[in-house]
């Protein structure tokens, strides 16, 4: 059991100082998802989008590359599963994305921004917690269970293994590693060639480091607990997969693991309990966040100015911890973590994300000049 414990602490540990990175280069950078979708629906900049896009196509090329040596088996994560429920992602995509641009950024944009002294995120960042949790196991996850994951489809039924693209397209006598290798590198080259036909682009080195670095950050994540954290469990004598909540491989996500530690902190007693990768991910973002601040003069205190934009916020924290949750991902998890296994259901969280921003910027748009 001491090994067993060991390892779990290795692997979380291991989530910390992945995200310590991730938090500090975030700041560096301002790498935003919103801020994304809001440069090209306000000023029609491409440049953080293609920021993100860069980021999904080195997960992309990483996590394949593992999978193709034999480090990690993708398909033992829960982005790739035959189940695609995919009103499930539809809804919880598109509440993340209004939730997301009334909180001022998305789940992990709020870790850095909270790093950063930022009293608004701190809202938040409490908020998503608390409305992840309900959706986990509380009163929004009667909605869930019962109204938004029954309307899916089985793919198994259908003698297929699993939603990710190489699983669906498999059958033409392709050899299945050939196939998730081909595709991969197919979408990551379409990615990379849109990514970098852009001269502004190119001569960002802010840019280009934010997404080279989260996306080997989340290459990363999947090596520590598919490959690193994934052992035979002494007590059963099965491989398991130790230190992450879902009991499957991970890599980073930033709304269910908000939950998770909030269960900690208020059962810390609770000895069945422990931080995990996602946990110690989620503060090592704040503090890797937080100590760029402090060594680059940046980091100040910021709070509401009006109680409309307080309102904002606490509404923006309980769609993401909603949307977080029933699309099994954020951002991050689903736009990143999730798209880097070629899932379809990432996919389509991906553009329910963004569809949701840009409705709820157009809207914030004509209200401003409705008022003016």
């Given at each position: 059991?001491?090994?067993?414990?060991?390892?779990?602490?290795?692997?979380a540990?291991?989530?910390?100082?992945?995200?310590?990175?991730?938090?500090?280069?975030?700041?560096?950078v301002?790498?935003?998802?919103m801020?994304?979708?809001?440069?090209?629906?306000?000023?029609?900049?491409w440049?953080?989008?293609?920021?993100?896009?860069?980021?999904?196509a080195?997960?992309?090329?990483g996590?394949?590359?593992?999978?193709?040596?034999?480090l990690?088996?993708l398909?033992k994560?829960?982005?790739?599963t035959?189940n695609?429920?995919w009103?499930a992602?539809?809804?919880?995509?598109?509440a993340f994305?209004?939730?997301?641009?009334?909180?001022?950024?998305?789940?992990?944009?709020?870790?850095?921004?909270?790093?950063?002294?930022?009293l608004?995120?701190?809202?938040?960042?409490?908020?998503?917690?608390?409305s992840?949790?309900?959706?986990?196991?509380?009163?929004?996850?009667?909605?869930r269970?019962?109204?938004?994951?029954?309307?899916?489809?089985?793919?198994?039924?259908?003698?297929?293994?699993?939603?990710?693209?190489?699983?669906?397209?498999?059958?033409?006598?392709?050899?299945?590693?050939?196939?998730?290798?081909?595709?991969?590198?197919?979408?990551?080259?379409?990615?990379?060639?849109?990514v970098?036909?852009?001269?502004?682009?190119?001569?960002?080195?802010?840019?280009?480091?934010?997404g080279?670095?989260?996306?080997l950050v989340?290459?990363?994540?999947?090596?520590?607990?598919?490959?690193?954290?994934?052992?035979?469990?002494?007590?059963?004598?099965e491989m398991?997969?130790?230190?992450?909540?879902?009991?499957?491989?991970e890599?980073l996500?930033?709304?269910a693991?908000?939950?998770?530690?909030?269960?900690?902190?208020?059962?810390?007693?609770?000895?069945?309990?422990?931080?995990?990768?996602?946990?110690?991910?989620?503060c090592?973002?704040?503090?890797?966040?937080?100590?760029y601040?402090?060594?680059?003069?940046?980091?100040?205190?910021?709070?509401?100015?009006?109680?409309?934009?307080?309102?904002?916020?606490i509404?923006?924290?309980?769609?993401?911890?909603?949307g977080?949750?029933?699309?099994?991902?954020?951002?991050?998890?689903?736009?990143?973590?999730?798209?880097?296994?070629?899932?379809?259901?990432?996919?389509?969280?991906?553009?329910?994300?963004?569809?949701?921003?840009?409705?709820?910027?157009?809207?914030?748009y004509?209200?401003?000049?409705?008022?003016?």
């Open positions: 059991m001491e090994a067993t414990s060991h390892l779990g602490a290795t692997v540990w291991s989530g910390f100082a992945l995200a310590f990175i991730f938090g500090a280069v975030g700041n560096k301002n790498f935003c998802t801020g994304a979708v809001s440069d090209i629906v306000n000023m029609g900049d440049g953080r989008m293609r920021m993100w896009l860069l980021a999904i080195i997960a992309i090329i996590s394949h590359t593992l999978q193709w040596l034999g990690v088996d398909s994560s829960i982005y790739t035959p695609f429920t009103l992602f539809i809804v919880g995509g598109f994305g209004v939730g997301m641009t009334l909180g001022s950024g998305c789940g992990s944009k709020t870790l850095i921004r909270v790093g950063g002294g930022n608004k995120s701190l809202v938040v960042y409490v908020f998503l917690a608390v992840a949790y309900m959706t986990l196991r509380g009163l929004f996850g009667q909605f269970v019962s109204v938004l994951q029954p309307v899916a489809v089985n793919f198994e039924a259908y003698g297929i293994k699993g939603q990710d693209l190489p699983s669906l397209i498999a059958g033409a006598g392709i050899g299945m590693n050939t196939l998730r290798i081909t595709i991969a590198a197919i979408v990551a080259a379409a990615l990379l060639f849109f970098f036909k852009d001269r502004e682009f190119r001569a960002n080195f802010d840019y280009i480091l934010g080279v670095v989260v996306g989340v290459v990363a994540g999947w090596y520590v607990t598919g490959h690193i954290g994934y052992q035979e469990n002494p007590a059963t004598l398991t997969f130790f230190g992450t909540n879902t009991r499957a491989a890599s996500s930033f709304v693991p908000l939950a998770y530690t909030l269960e900690l902190l208020m059962l810390w007693t609770d000895k069945s309990l422990a931080a995990t990768f996602g946990i110690m991910a989620a090592g973002v704040v503090v890797g966040s937080f100590v601040a402090i060594a680059y003069r940046t980091f100040r205190w910021e709070g509401f100015t009006t109680a409309e934009d307080l309102g904002n916020h509404v923006g924290g309980i769609l993401m911890g909603f977080g949750v029933t699309a099994l991902g954020c951002t991050i998890g689903q736009g990143i973590s999730g798209f880097s296994t070629l899932a379809l259901g990432s996919v389509v969280t991906f553009f329910a994300i963004i569809a949701g921003s840009a409705a709820t910027l157009k809207y914030q004509w209200k401003l000049v409705k008022e003016a």
